[in-house]
């Protein structure tokens, strides 16, 4: 069975500082894709990386970074420097490679204050 | 390239009554979803679509939800009747079946936010 887990539900800290939010993911196949989508106050959810399951290279986006990790089953997300902007819940999503269906973690709420 | 559109984006209704949302995907996606996303938790697939086919509707209740996508473009998902507990977020998301590497990601619509009374 496949499961996503974000265990931090709700995250705050001061404008500029690095944050990490965790993902840890269960999946029996070999084969698949990660996800992180970001869901502003408006509702709607902002794609923002994919990752296969080949590919462990880590990832740098401007202020933002991925590191997946195989041996762990994690696939981690720092913001650095983190804006008022980055307020928002951040969802991780696992896909296996054979079947077009999602599995979502519970989301972290990330509160950066000015 | 416009995205997912959904409407309406607001519906209040009370209990027992109908309500129905709208979604249009990204041109050219051949898959399409419904999810519920309950305040605070993340979304949960209702129904799936590859084209107007349904590939996934194990977790819709059927008793009171249905969906369509006809020729494979536009849909619609139904509620009939409504009870509190379906106040939620419906998202409706679509992803490509035939551009590779994009097509294994969902993009999302803005969503319909219902409030049962």
């Known amino acids: 069975a496949q499961k996503v887990t974000q265990a931090q539900t709700e995250i705050s800290v001061v404008e500029k500082e690095d944050v990490t939010l965790d993902c840890v993911y269960e999946?029996?196949?070999?084969?698949?894709?990660l996800f992180w989508y970001k869901q502003p106050p408006s509702g709607e959810l902002v794609f923002l990386i994919r990752?296969?399951?080949?590919?462990?290279q880590n990832e740098i986006s401007g202020r933002y970074s991925w590191n997946f990790q195989k041996s762990t089953s994690s696939f981690n997300f720092t913001i650095t420097a983190s804006q008022v902007v980055d307020s928002a819940v951040y969802f991780c999503a696992l896909r296996i490679y054979n079947f077009n269906k999602f599995y979502f973690g519970s989301g972290t709420k990330l509160n950066v204050k000015p | 390239e416009a995205g997912v559109a959904q409407s309406p984006r607001y519906k209040i209704i009370e209990k027992r009554q109908s309500v129905a949302f709208w979604c249009n995907p990204i041109?050219?996606?051949?898959?399409l979803y419904w999810y519920q996303q309950i305040l605070g938790q993340g979304p949960k697939l209702l129904i799936q679509f590859q084209n107007n086919g349904v590939v996934d509707d194990s977790q819709l209740p059927k008793d009171r939800f249905s969906a369509e996508r006809l020729k494979g473009v536009d849909s619609t998902l139904k509620i009939q009747p409504a009870k509190l507990e379906d106040s939620a977020v419906y998202l409706c998301?679509?992803?490509?079946?035939?551009?590779?590497?994009?097509?294994?990601?969902?993009?999302f619509g803005p969503g319909t936010r219902l409030t049962v009374l």
């Open positions: 990752r296969n399951s080949f590919d462990e």
């Open positions: 998301a679509s992803s490509s079946a035939t551009t590779s590497g994009s097509r294994y990601t969902q993009y």
């Open positions: 041109s050219g996606h051949a898959t």
């Open positions: 999946t029996r196949d070999t084969t698949y894709y």
